[in-house]
């Protein structure tokens, strides 16, 4: 894009926004938009990720769709967009009645809707499909991508289909939004939404103003005392973020009887409760909210002063975007990780359950697989009596090992009679295997996070692909001093790594291990490498073990 486009811009984000500036990322992705490329945005909480595809659509000509997860951050947008004017905005989700749908898509096809939100479930319905295409869209926007991402935390069935509808309304520009993506689920995201060469912003992870921490506990009863006193002195508002619905239950109700105003959180409640609690927390109405995982998307409150964790995310992607929910108004914000090691078998379990197994693959596998020519979905759940996520889960698998083909959502079809639903389960069933390990092995990059005697800050981002040179000087480690007696203690070692000249454990090389195959490193320093292997996940190693022994080698 040219000097001139790119003055239109800034043009544009000044007087329709009130930007005086665009952010870190904000302007390399808008340059990648306008040039019609596909382009995945990873941006943390709080960066301002909907004024670029905002920004973009005031410059395209064509409506802007935008697929987001909840009803709720529909609303949001929609009131956002309307007190800006920049442009009208409408949602077709399930809350309206078929004929307000019917509306919004007349109004969209006459060319007065410029924002059309979406959540991925009304891809279903092929009409929906066909009235989109029918408005050519200039842009194709999926907010919380990681969502399409089997790894993402926040991972959504209903999410698997965006690539195929991408290729049926004929491939408008593709931006998939996301506030944390490490490498494999940025990869992801890419495959599944069928992105054609896209250019990859991932900007700004640090967020200085937030200060790490944990505190270790052998006993239950202290960690919980200790959260308890530590929610009672904190500035509030806050979040405290817990594993289970009960959990968080008996939580408020500890806050509240020492006089807190405190609520509870969580998926089990009814949409009305769950509304009342999210609107009375953004009214400064509540001093602390107990919630599970369910309390996220859509928290776009400035003025969070802590998120404390009672049980540990399941990975630090999760764990990073929870804690990103504070200091977005750029003053001090507080992130502390209450941490026992016996914590880490709940999320061990979650990463282990679900599994669907070799008999019940083989099960749908011979049902598709008897049919000559298409079926539909509806008549493979009728013959295998499996509930709708668990067979389209089962589905998906099988479609990823090559076995079976699904279109639109509604039909499937076996691609090769030759090859038996057997052997097809057999080969989906390893993959799941694989998917299984990893999620394992990213509650154990959680553990190390909680067990870490170096900076935390560089440790995070060194997850996330970002060099940070500590000391951070806003860390637990680092104002201990442990990361710097630790600094200190290895100048010897470090002066001998670099004289050697290697470039084996810098961040990003492609390596190769006997036992677990290729990989790619993640993090290095004095002590350890960690690898993120294709088929078992992430692995730490003994730095001096991994030289002496040359365990792994370039690839």
């Not at 800006?84 to 060319?111: C, I, K, P, W, Y």
């Not at 103003?209 to 009672?232: C, M, P, W």
């Not at 990003?508 to 292997?533: I, K, P």
């Amino acid at each position: 894009m040219g000097a001139p486009r790119i003055t239109t811009v800034r043009r544009v984000a000044r007087e329709r926004f009130g930007f005086d500036e665009l952010r870190p990322g904000q302007e390399d992705a808008l340059e990648s938009i306008l040039r019609g490329r596909d382009t995945l945005v990873v941006l943390p909480t709080g960066s301002g990720k909907s004024a670029i595809y905002q920004i973009a659509a005031l410059l395209l000509d064509g409506p802007t769709v935008v697929v987001s997860p909840l009803i709720a951050l529909h609303h949001d947008q929609l009131r956002s967009i309307a007190a800006q004017g920049n442009g009208h905005a409408e949602m077709a989700n399930s809350t309206l009645r078929t004929a307000d749908r019917d509306a919004v898509f007349a109004r969209m096809a006459d060319g007065d809707v410029e924002f059309l939100f979406l959540a991925p479930e009304q891809f279903a319905n092929p009409d929906t499909v066909e009235q989109i295409r029918a408005a050519k869209p200039s842009l194709f926007v999926v907010d919380e991508a990681h969502c399409v991402s089997a790894w993402g935390h926040d991972f959504r069935p209903e999410y698997l289909r965006l690539g195929e509808v991408v290729a049926e309304l004929g491939h408008p520009p593709v931006l998939a939004l996301t506030a944390t993506a490490a490498p494999p689920v940025r990869d992801e995201i890419v495959e599944r939404l069928g992105m054609r060469d896209p250019d990859v912003v991932v900007r700004g992870f640090d967020r200085p103003n937030i200060r790490l921490s944990v505190e270790g506990f052998h006993e239950s009863d202290d960690k919980r005392a200790a959260l308890l006193t530590r929610v009672a002195l904190a500035t509030p508002p806050g979040i405290v973020y817990v594993a289970t619905r009960k959990g968080a239950e008996d939580l408020a109700a500890d806050l509240r009887a020492r006089g807190l105003r405190a609520a509870v959180y969580h998926g089990g409640m009814k949409a009305k409760e769950r509304r009342e609690v999210h609107d009375a927390f953004l009214a400064d109405e509540l001093d602390v909210v107990a919630a599970t995982i369910a309390f996220g998307m859509g928290i776009d409150k400035p003025n969070v002063r802590f998120v404390y964790h009672y049980d540990i995310s399941d990975s630090l992607d999760s764990y990073y975007q929870e804690i990103g929910r504070s200091g977005r108004d750029g003053l001090p914000a507080d992130a502390v990780l209450f941490f026992r090691a016996e914590d880490t078998g709940l999320r061990r379990f979650f990463a282990g359950g679900g599994r669907l197994g070799v008999e019940l693959l083989t099960n749908v596998a011979a049902t598709v697989r008897a049919v000559a020519g298409p079926v539909g979905v509806d008549v493979v759940a009728h013959v295998t009596r499996l509930a709708h996520t668990k067979l389209d889960n089962a589905l998906r698998r099988l479609a990823d090992a090559g076995a079976l083909e699904i279109r639109d959502g509604a039909e499937v079809e076996w691609l090769d009679k030759s090859v038996s639903a057997e052997d097809a389960a057999a080969r989906a069933a390893e993959a799941e295997d694989a998917h299984r390990r990893m999620e394992q092995s990213r509650v154990e990059m959680m553990r190390a996070y909680a067990e870490a005697r170096s900076c935390r800050r560089a440790f995070i981002l060194g997850y996330f692909g970002e060099r940070f040179d500590p000391p951070c000087g806003n860390c637990d480690v680092c104002e201990a001093g442990w990361e710097l007696d630790h600094r200190d203690g290895d100048d010897d070692r470090k002066a001998a790594v670099a004289s050697a000249g290697t470039s084996l454990f810098v961040a990003g090389t492609d390596v190769r291990h006997a036992s677990w195959g290729e990989g790619a490193v993640v993090r290095s320093d004095a002590d350890v490498v960690v690898v993120l292997f294709d088929t078992v996940g992430y692995k730490t190693l003994d730095r001096d073990v991994v030289e002496e022994r040359g365990l792994l080698e370039p690839v």
